[in-house]
Structures are given as C-alpha cells and as structure tokens.
C-alpha cells in the first residue's frame, strides 16, 4: 500500500513498466532476508491466487494530500544464537526497539512475579506484562515486519447519497455509521463513515478529495481485531518452543518478527501476523472496488507464515529488512525494507565461530555505515574535483580519509550526513512537481541507480537548462554541503559528528527544553546498526543469556521515573550514549533483600 | 527598632502557622496582620514583612528543594528561565513572597491608621 500511486495514466506515460520495475522492484539485488535463502518452502502446498488480467484503475478523484505516513526510522533490531555459536553453550538473544527518544521514557524495566511465574523485561504503559524480555525458562523480543496489511480500493457510487456503490456488475448497498465527536466547549460533530465490504471510504469529497460520487475505501487487517495482548501474555508464561508458538498464533497486526530462545537451547524467529494472500503484484497500485477478483481472497494460513527454527548456520535476526527471497511462494510486497542493519548483523554473525555478551553489546553499538562504504567509493573515483577550492579540497580529503565509522569525534559523517541529504533530494526533484503521484525510490534503488544508470533522465535536475547526470550532481551537492559545513562551523564550532547530529531526547511537551537532554553525545546515523539518529534511536537494549536462570543485561535512554524532579528521571541516558549496560537484577526469591533501595506493600482495603 | 523585630517575627510566626492552612496568600495575611497590630514607620512598614517573608519562603524552598539535590529547582530555573541556577530560583521565589507580604503590610498600615483616626 505504501507506493501510493494514485495516478496511473500519467504514472505509465513518464515511466512506463519496465522504468517503474527498474525504480521500485520487487525484490534489491542484494537480499539477506529475515529469513535465510536457505529456507526450504517445499511444506507449503496451496494453490496461490492469479493475477486477474484487468487494467489498473485510473484515478477519479484529485487528492489534496494523502494521509501522514509513520516516522521512517521506527525500526528495530533482534537476534539470537544458538548454543554451538554461543561461548558458554547457552543461547543468547537481543532486542532493541528503535523509536523516537522521549521522556518520560517510552519503556519502562519490571519485573513481574508471581507464585507461578517469574518474567522480566522492558514493557509500556498501558500494556500487560512484558513486551521484550524473558522468565526462568524463555526470552523474546520484537522488531516490525512492516509487512503490507492495508489496502486501497477505488469506489464507485451510484449517486451522491452514496446508498450504494459498484461491485461485482451490481449496485451493493453500503454502511453507514455516525461517530460522535464531542467538542470540549463546542457543538458536537457528527461524522457519517461509509463502509464497503473492503472497509471504510477514507478519502472522499469532505477529506482531501473532490469528487462526491467516488471515493477511496481502505482494507486494513488492523480493522479486523484480534486479541494482540493474550500473546504476551503467553510469552511471560511460556516455559518452551511450543509455548512460545502457541502464544503468537493469534497475532494479527502490526506484523512483527518475534525473535525467541530458551534455556533447552532453540533459537527461533516467527513473522507473525495475519497476512492477506495476495496475488502478484495486488496492493502495489490503487486497486478496483468494483472488481471480486481485487478482493482479499483468503489469508496466508498461519502454519504458512514464514519462520525458522534452530537453522544450520546457528543464528536467526531480523532487522525490518525483507522477510524472505523469490523461493517464499506468497507474493511480499517491497514496502521499502531496510538494506543496511541486517546485512552489518548477518555478515558479524558469519565471521566468526563463537560469540560472547560483548560480541553482542558491540553489536547493537556498531556505528558502521554501510551506506555511505557502498556509494562513497564510486563518488571519489567519478567526481570531477578540478573545480574545487582549496577549502572544499580540505572537506573532500576528510571525508576520503574516512572509514564508515559514524563515530562521534569524526569530522567525516557530518559531511556524508549533509552531502547525501542534498544528494537524495536533488535526483528525484522530478517528483517535487506532484508529491503526492507516488513515493520517491527507496534509498537502496536510489543509489543503484546512481552508481548503475549515472546517465539516467532522471539525473537531470528539471529547472536547469543543463543536462546533468550523476556525476554532475555528486559536485553540485558536495560544494553546497561544503558552503553549509563552512557556515555551519563559522556560527557554531568543530563540526564533529556529536555536535552536527546533536542527538536530544525530548520532553513530550515540544521537548520543553528544561525537562530534556541535548547534544547526547552517540555515534551512529538511522542506517547503522546502533540506529541513533537526531531525536530517535535505540529506545531499549536487551542481551539475555539463556542459562538458568537467564542472566539479562538492559539499557535505555531515560529513567525508571517520570517525575521531571527525579534523580531517577534520566539517569541512563549517559550510561546509554556510551554503549554500557546494566546487569538486571532478575530475583529470584520474593523476599530476597540484596540491591533493593526501597520496597512498597499494598494491602487491600477489607 | 524594638517596634522593627516585633514585627519581623510576628509576621514570620504567623506566616508560618498560616502556610499549613492557606495557599501562597498566607503571606499576605501575614504581612497585613503584623502592621495592623504592630505600627512601622516610613519604608519600614514593607520592608520589615517583605525580609521576614523572603526569609521565609527561602529557607523553605531550601529545605523542600535540598531533599531532592535541587534537580527540580535547576529544572524550573531552566524553565522560567533562570540560566539553571537554583540558589537564583531561591531568591525570586523569596522576592516574590516578600513583595506580596510588603505590599499587604502597606494595606495593614493605612488600616491601622484609619482605626486610630
């Protein structure tokens, strides 16, 4: 759903199909799925659904603006060896959520006992139980699947009462249902939705569209229900493989990959959530309401979800990258999967036989940029530097110097920082004209077509009479990020990559500077591991060991409480900049009295 | 000067008593009281309840703000904004009570007069 092409027609005529396969494919050239390529798929025997032969609905209503999409850097980490890949024998798994950096903290650290269980972790208010963590006997954690789960259909209405709408050769009535809005001091709103069998009609004459006889109808496994929170449930009381896999069967949206380890020694990984079964290509362009063969036809059955268990090369991860390759027979949709963080953590899992608590800490605090090692090399030998200043000269050796590492006192990531911003808006400035036709390619694409098509069309930069291709747009972005790092450091010092970055954790109220942190000083940008960009990051780091019991380790960048006035408001965040860790005290014993600062009873009122 | 110290503590003692039951206004009841029964003169008449009150209240937020290593009160001076300086957040929070303590006291003054009169 996420390539939001609206206007097909004129889609095709700029770019036609092989263009637009080349610019948005299904699948990078490099893939190291969440999932290994290893995977034999051969259980799943079901008849996939064909791909009508019907013509793309064009668009008949003009859209102002399409709904905000969610922050692009929520993202996650999590992997698990096995114990033959584990220094001690034991399993090791770890989790970190990214998100954006917040106080009070987004996460708190509990410990929940009972006389029949024990479990331990990260959880967020309002949840029950914990959501990344562990007990006596599992551990699990969570990073997106951003699987696609929603999409949109074009509607027909017979008329402007919007009674009934077309499908199937016939008028179908629709539903209607009036929320109500009460308006603190006002009138209350009274707000007709109409539903389709698809879903709601989301986009129509009274929202951001035009035309009173169409509209836009969103299906969305997320309006289905379920009941998401008995899976956590089940893992802070799971005592085994069969356990865990109980728990996430019923979980249906947002997908995640469930990452898992026990202390009998499996290592798993599930993407779990309930998946339409779409046909080739379904979803990637608007599709017709009125035609059933557009219609959700069944749902990938659970069992068929894809999941590995105990693989052969002794470790599972997931990074939010693509789930699977071509063998996985269910079409997946590419809604932009990240590219770089799985491939740092698969390549480190590959290089060496047995892994250690620290392997794992340097692990989620790898500031590597793998991005920037793919493209820069190409940008240094096809540049043409003749024209360069002296000065500029000084700031292209600084970054020729560098070795991909975004580390704080580095002069070189504020300058890739800078450079590729410029760089990734001025070759796709031909979408500026009408932002809303669709999604600009994915970073991946973006630099492929760079260092692969540098002579493109679309290289040109529209409003110039020049013809530029790649090559000229590395030197006209990299003279303007050497104009803005000269400025930059005339008004505010060194520009080293703590300070350009200038990493804050903010207050919930517009980061209200008197209740949050600045120029937190963290390497790292939103493609490295250690995903720590301006005001999102790692928003929890946990390394459990699966001995028994397990012995946890857990970081974040906030405090145990919200109270502004609070030592303990904020006290990790510098523990949590330097990549340390806190050994979690997982007590065993209800009345056991070492390390505990305070204690509070509540006895109920009889 | 007798008539000075009389005053001073009265409007300490009663302000005190008063903080248990009254929001920040006690002091003003405080202040208008003590030159009620107890006549100043001149630049005294609010200068003596504003001291007492700025005493006060300084040594109060002294003693709420110590228990927790001044962290929110370098917070507020952050906010208001006082460049994060706490012992700056004491003295405006005592200037502030005495103010209102003074200007109470010239109120309790003028009443004291009219009585007399």
Known sequence: MVILIWNIPMLLKVFGKDRFDLLYPDFFDINDPVISKETDWSFIDMKMPETPESEIPSDSITLSETLEKTNPHNGS?????????????????????????????????????????????????????????????????????????????????????????????????????????????GKTLYDTIIYTHHGPVTYDHNFKGDNPKAGYAMQWVGHMGGNNQRTFLKFNEGKNYDDYLNALKGYTAPAQNFVFASTQGDIALWIQGKFPNKWEG?????????????????FIPQAFNAHTKNPERGFVSSANQHPV?????????????????????????????????????????????????????????????????????????????????????????????????????????????????????????????LKNQPEDELMDIVSTPEKETAKDLFLITFKETAKELVEWKAAHGDYNWSAYKATFVGHLLQALPAFSRFDVPIGGDYNTVNAASKNHGPSWRMIVEMTSPPIGYGIYPGGQSGNPGSKYYDNFIDQWAAGDYISLLFMQDQDAKKDIMATQTLIPNR | MKNNLINFAVTLIIAIILSQFLPWWHVMVAGFVSTL?????????????????????????????????????????????????????????????????????????????????
């Not at chain 1, 990637?284 to 219609?295: A, E, R």
């Not at chain 2, 929070?93 to 009585?115: E, P």
Request: net charge negative.
């Open chain 1, 77 to 185: 980490n999590n992997w698990a060896v096995s114990g033959e890949k584990s220094y001690s024998g034991h399993p090791i798994l770890a989790n970190d959520p990214h998100l954006s950096l917040n106080l009070p903290s987004i996460w708190f650290v509990m410990q929940l006992a009972t006389p029949e269980h024990n479990s331990f972790g990260a959880t967020l208010p309002g949840a029950l139980g914990i959501i990344s963590g562990f007990n006596n006997h599992i551990a699990w954690g969570e990073t997106n699947a951003t699987r696609d789960v929603l999409d949109w259909y074009k509607i027909e209405f017979k008329d402007t009462t919007r009674k009934e709408y077309k499908h199937d050769g016939q008028w179908k009535k629709t539903t209607q249902r009036i929320e109500e809005i009460k308006i603190r001091n």
């Open chain 1, 282 to 298: 379904q979803g990637k362009f608007l599709l017709d309401g009125s035609n059933p063969q557009h219609d959700w036809q069944n």
């Open chain 1, 325 to 449: 390759d071509e063998s996985y027979p269910f079409y997946v949709f590419n809604d932009g999967y990240e590219t770089y963080r799985n491939r740092t953590i698969n390549d480190f899992f590959r290089s060496k036989d047995k892994f250690d608590i620290q392997d794992f800490k340097n692990l989620q605090n790898n500031n590597y940029n793998l991005k920037a090692s793919e493209l820069l090399p190409y940008v240094f030998a096809n540049m043409d530097t003749s024209s360069l200043n002296t000065e500029e000269m000084d700031i292209l050796n600084t970054i020729k110097m560098w070795d991909f590492y975004s580390e704080i006192d580095q002069l070189a990531p504020s300058i890739w920082e800078s450079w590729w911003t410029k760089l990734s808006e001025i070759i796709w400035d031909e979408y500026d004209a009408d932002p809303l036709v669709m999604d600009k390619p994915f970073t991946y694409q973006t630099i492929e077509m």
């Open chain 2, 37 to 117: 029964f107890f006549g100043l003169k001149r630049s005294a008449v609010f200068f003596i309840p504003f001291l007492a009150v700025l005493l006060f209240w300084m040594v109060y937020a002294f003693w709420l703000g110590n228990a927790n290593d001044f962290i929110l009160a370098e917070k507020i001076a952050v906010l208001l904004p006082l460049g994060g300086s706490w012992p700056l957040l004491l003295l405006v929070t005592g200037f502030i009570g005495g103010v209102a303590a003074g200007v109470a006291a010239l109120l309790g003054n003028q009443c004291r007069l009219l009585i007399k009169r």
